[in-house]
Each structure stands twice: as C-alpha cells, then as structure tokens.
C-alpha cells in the first residue's frame, strides 16, 4: 500500500482555509506516516526473511546438538572399549610376568645345575691329575721294573752260563778222576755214583732256580701289565668323563644363553606392552578432553544461539506492535478522511 505526497485538489473550495491547512498538514502527516509504514514494513518483511534464516539455523543447530547429545555415549563407550584393552593388556602384562618368573626360575635351577656341574668338572679334573700322576707313577715304576728284568734276565743269563761253565768243569775234573780212579772198580763206581747225584741235584738245584726266577719274574711282569692295562682303561674312561663333562658345561651354556635372551625378550615384551598401555590411556584421556571441550563449545553455541533468537523474538514482537500501531492509526486517518468527504 502507497500514498502520494500531493495535496487533494477538492479540498480547495472549502469555506475554511484553516481547516484546510490543517488538513494539508495531516495529510502531510499521513503521507510522512505512510512513506514511514513503507520503509517499516520493507523492515519486517526483512527481520522476517532474517527471522526464517535463523530459524533454519536454529533447527540445524538444535538437530546437531541433537547429533552431539550422543557425545557422552560415544565417550563411555570408547572408554569402555580402552578400559577393555587396559584390562587385556593388564591380563597379558601379568602372564608375561608369570611366564618371566617361570623362566626366571627355571634359569636359577639351570644355573644351580651347571654350577654344580662345573664342580663336578673341576673333582673330576683334580681327579683326573690325581690318576693321571698315578699313572706316570705307574709307568715310570713299569719302566723301572721292566728295566730291572732285564738287568735280572741278563744276570740269570749270566748265572746259567757260570753254572753251565761250573758244571762243564766239574764234568771235567769228574772225568778226569774216572781216568785215574779206573783201575779199582768199586771205588770207580761209588765215586761215580756220587759225582753224578752231585750233578742231578745240582742241576736239578740249577733248574728249579732258573724256574722260580723266571716264574717270579713273568708273574711281577703281568701283575705290571695288568696295573697297567688297569690304569689305562681308567685313564680312558676318565677321558671319556671329561669329554661328557665338557659336552654337557657346552650344552648348558647354549641353555643358558637361550634362557636369557628368552628372559630379554620377555621383558621388552613386557616394556612394549607398558608403553602401547600407556600410550592409549593418553591417548583416550585425550581424545576424551577433546571431546568433553568440544560438547562445552557446542553447548556455548547453542545457549548463543538461544539468546540471539529470543533478541530476534523481542524485536519481531516490537514490531508486531509497532505495526499494529500504524495499522490502528492510519485506519483512523482513513476514518476521519472519509468523514468530511461525506460531511461535504
């Protein structure tokens, strides 16, 4: 709706030019008002316009905090979920713990059994110096007796060869007392008995010497042969022992070597476990910080937006006001325009 700022030409005959002028002025007024009423409701139509926008605004906003309202949920359940891996991890780090101590103590045993290995090897080394000192005492006392048996076998040699030499003289001498002994006979024959009983017991002497020292000497060379034989089997069962020690000291070192880089390789496991634990606990905290800022922001936002649309509210009811203002006072104007145009 629009008025014109000209003045009415019918109004010109009027008998009174007083209340002519007055009503110029109020139609000056009016059309004033009008052009006002104009520009007021280019206004509203654009706070209304504003009024839709924020409203869309509003609406998107109070369906995203609808969105947002589902933050606290979101962030019990991740905490639930990371409570579960600190659990799991916990679970975890207390089996490595028990795997570590388990391994732990089989070490100790492992170590306790090598150490007393390791003494078993050193008893069985002093022992084997022990034998193996006998066993040159041994074998020098075998080489003493050998050379002794020979120096004996030599002078029983020598002693057979003097009695042989004895006993070819003493033939001789008998001999030659037959020759001259011969012409009695009797005598010839008891002389001759008794040089040759003489000769039988003296061999037989002879021999049995011979005998007994052989058979003593034989007998001391296998009784040496066989300590020898003794101490040589011992000495070779001893090697044996210590070749097995030294088998066993290398195979429970490898054992140990294992066990510690098990041991080393448990507690970095168990280091790593430790620092991906408190890594995510960090990491939620965090994330949680995060999101509670993020939920505070969101709520400022919308207690902002709040505000600005009940100002928006207020001044769209002032207008209304405003409007309905001017709408009551130009019906009244119209009224009273209408009124001396009937009147004249």
Request: charged residues 35%; glycine residues 2%; negative net charge.
């Amino acid at each position: 709706m629009a008025y014109s700022s000209q003045p009415n030409p019918t109004l010109n005959g009027g008998p009174d030019n007083e209340d002519h002028d007055q009503k110029n002025k109020e139609k000056q007024q009016i059309v004033s008002l009008n052009d006002r009423f104009v520009a007021r409701i280019n206004k509203v139509r654009q706070l209304e316009q504003e009024n839709k926008k924020l409203n869309t605004k509003l609406k998107m906003l109070l369906e995203q905090e609808h969105y947002t309202g589902k933050v606290d949920e979101i962030v019990d359940e991740l905490s639930f979920s990371l409570l579960k891996q600190i659990d799991s991890l916990a679970q975890n780090q207390r089996k490595l713990q028990v795997d570590l101590n388990r391994s732990q103590e089989g070490l100790r045993q492992q170590r306790m059994k090598y150490e007393d290995e390791i003494q078993k090897k050193a008893d069985l080394e002093n022992e084997f110096v022990v034998c193996k000192k006998d066993l040159d005492e041994g074998y020098l006392k075998k080489t003493s007796l050998e050379q002794k048996v020979a120096e004996l076998t030599e002078e029983l040699d020598f002693l057979n060869r003097g009695y042989q030499e004895e006993i070819k003289e003493l033939q001789s001498k008998i001999q030659n007392a037959t020759v001259v002994l011969e012409p009695d006979n009797n005598r010839s024959l008891d002389l001759q008995s008794i040089v040759q009983e003489i000769k039988v017991q003296y061999e037989d002497m002879t021999a049995r010497s011979r005998v007994e020292a052989e058979q003593w000497y034989k007998k001391k060379l296998n009784d040496m042969a066989t300590k020898a034989q003794t101490n040589e089997q011992d000495m070779q069962n001893l090697k044996k022992e210590i070749s097995d020690m030294v088998r066993l000291v290398q195979k429970l070192n490898s054992d140990l070597d294992s066990l510690k880089k098990k041991r080393d390789n448990l507690n970095a496991a168990i280091e790593a476990a430790k620092r991906r634990g408190q890594q995510a606990h960090e990491e939620t905290l965090q994330e949680i910080a995060n999101l509670q800022d993020a939920l505070s922001q969101a709520k400022r936002d919308l207690v902002r937006h709040v505000r600005e649309y009940q100002d928006l509210m207020n001044i769209k009811l002032a207008l209304d006001i405003e409007i309905a203002t001017y709408k009551k006072l130009l019906d009244g104007e119209e009224f009273r325009q209408r009124r001396p145009m009937n009147y004249y």
